[in-house]
T-cell receptor, first 115, second 112 residues
Framework: AQSVTQLGSHVSVSEGALVLLRCNYS??????LFWYVQYPNQGLQLLLK??????LVKGINGFEAEFKKSETSFHLTKPSAHMSDAAEYFC?????????????FGTGTRLQVTL | DAGITQSPRHKVTETGTPVTLRCHQT?????MYWYRQDPGHGLRLIHY???????DKGEVSDGYSVSRSKTEDFLLTLESATSSQTSVYFC???????????FGPGTRLTVL
């Protein structure tokens, strides 16, 4: 079975500071990993994904994440936070069972950006 | 944006009444999913479909049923709504196994 753990349900950073959102996963097979962002009253939007190949993945809005197999981690970072980054972020791992793939989501991290 | 719509977007109903939520896609994707989102739980999979008339249960399927009679539509039915089913429901689609899913805008359901 796949699982995802997001450390910290709430993270607060100052505008211009580094953003680091942590995600650790468990998977019995090579995982596909995803980060999604959810703005208030909206659906989830894909930020970035790791499938195979380069372990440093760049996404939209200046975010990136690094797949570290030895640490079973896929942390999300952004060098400089902007007020518009305030949202909830979800890490997910894909699991293939039978004829369909399924995503298992973490419980989310709410990012607050302060002046 | 992926062409996914959900209807209704908001619904208030009473305990014991049947409710059907609709997800419609224009992407011709094979896989469709229904999730519920609740504070502290993230997104939990209710049911999914891997083709027309092919569906399977997710982790929180009790009290829910689904149907998919054509590629573009995936219906979620609460046969007899309960207050514990008050939630935000999201539909998602995917073109093939392991790939990312694209989400609809959600339906906020309140069961009184």
């Amino acid at each position: 079975a796949q699982s995802v753990t997001q450390l910290g349900s709430h993270v607060s950073v100052s505008e211009g500071a580094l953003v680091l959102l942590r995600c650790n996963y468990s998977s019995s097979v090579p995982p596909y990993l995803f980060w999604y962002v959810q703005y208030p009253n909206q659906g989830l939007q894909l930020l970035l994904k790791y499938t195979t190949g380069a372990t440093l993945v760049k996404g939209i809005n200046g975010f990136e994440a690094e797949f570290k197999k030895s640490e079973t981690s896929f942390h999300l970072t952004k060098p400089s936070a902007h007020m518009s980054d305030a949202a909830e972020y979800f890490c997910a791992v894909s699991a293939s069972t039978g004829t369909a793939s399924k995503l298992t989501f973490g419980t989310g991290t709410r990012l607050q950006v302060t002046l | 944006d992926a062409g996914i719509t959900q209807s209704p977007r908001h619904k208030v109903t009473e305990t014991g009444t049947p409710v059907t939520l609709r997800c419609h896609q224009t992407e011709n994707h094979r896989y469709m999913y229904w999730y519920r989102q609740d504070p502290g739980h993230g997104l939990r999979l209710i049911h999914y479909s891997y083709g027309v008339k092919d569906t399977d249960k997710g982790e929180v399927s009790d009290g829910y049923s689904v149907s998919r009679s054509k590629t573009e539509d995936f219906l979620l039915t609460l046969e007899s709504a309960t207050s514990s089913q008050t939630s935000v429901y999201f539909c998602a689609i995917s073109d093939r196994g392991f790939n990312e899913q694209f989400f609809g805008p959600g339906t906020r359901l309140t069961v009184l």
